[in-house]
């Protein structure tokens, strides 16, 4: 896990995350604590956040937990108020709990379409929301997690499609209202990335995974530390005057129009 970065460019900041028991939101954490961040992970499945937490505590760095589901407006407002007397002033805030599964329309309920915009959008404008009271200040940072669904039709995900598309132009929207408080609003889009539950979702197997591999531009699936240390830059002071932007982090993916959806079109 190193950073390419070698002073601590959040010492005794603050940061909220969700998504932050696992995958990309969990690498994100432990960057920032790298670099002297106070964290808290918040996401629906206390089993994930206890040992991320801990991992984080293990290599010296200050984490705790809220178990909470972020299309509940209340459980996040109170979280993030639980925080606020814990650590102080908050500073950052990463919104990265994400759902996905891979499904045709005709094959899609309305209901499975509902949660996915629920916890992707809802759950971004829900945290965001809650945090307001708390981050307005300058120096203060939101980055939102979207993905290359949200400029490319994607078969068998038209509802991470809508979703994404949704989280991108809020964003830029916090960044329009908010910015005369002092808070920036940015975006990543990662790529295919390697070691996430969205690439083994996705790419299943190891004959899709080499097929994806070969139509990447840089050849490669990206890194969760790359993207770690992508929203390290944005949350630090040498990203002072950037906001409303979308940083895609994807080895040229999005270039290519790349389209897989192999776990539905296997069932079709």
């Known amino acids: 896990m190193q950073s390419i970065f070698r002073d601590r460019l959040l010492q005794d900041r603050v940061a909220f995350l969700t998504g932050g028991g ?52 209340e459980a996040v407002e109170a979280a993030l108020q639980r925080t606020r007397r814990r650590f102080g002033e908050i500073d950052i805030l990463v919104c990265a709990a994400a759902g996905n599964f891979p499904a045709p329309v005709t094959g899609m309920s309305a209901h499975g379409f509902k949660a996915v915009i629920d916890i992707d959008l809802l759950g971004t404008f829900n945290t ?20 290359n669904h949200a400029v490319m039709p994607i078969p068998y995900q038209a509802h991470v499609c809508a979703a994404k598309a949704g989280v991108e132009l809020l964003t830029k929207t916090l960044a329009l209202e908010w910015g005369a408080e002092g808070i920036r609003a940015n975006c990543i889009t990662p790529g295919p990335t390697d070691d996430t539950e969205g690439m083994r979702r996705l790419a299943p ?38 906001t409303g932007a979308v940083y895609v982090c994807d080895g040229g993916t999005s270039l290519c129009r790349i389209h897989f959806a192999p776990a539905a079109r296997a069932t079709q």
């Open 205 to 242: 197997t190891e004959e899709v995974r080499r097929s994806l591999q070969r139509s990447i531009p840089l050849g490669r699936f990206g890194t969760k530390d790359e993207l770690a240390d992508l929203a390290l830059f944005l949350s630090s002071p040498a990203a002072a005057y950037i």
């Open 22 to 73: 696992s995958g990309i939101g969990r690498r994100i954490a432990e960057r920032f604590a790298e670099h002297g961040c106070q964290v808290v992970l918040a996401g629906r499945k206390p089993e994930r956040l206890a040992p991320a937490a801990a991992a984080i505590r293990e290599a010296g760095g200050a984490a705790e937990t809220e178990a909470l589901d972020v299309r509940e407006y």
């Open 128 to 147: 965001c929301r809650a945090a307001y009271p708390h981050l307005r200040k300058p120096g203060a940072s939101i980055i939102a997690i979207s993905a």
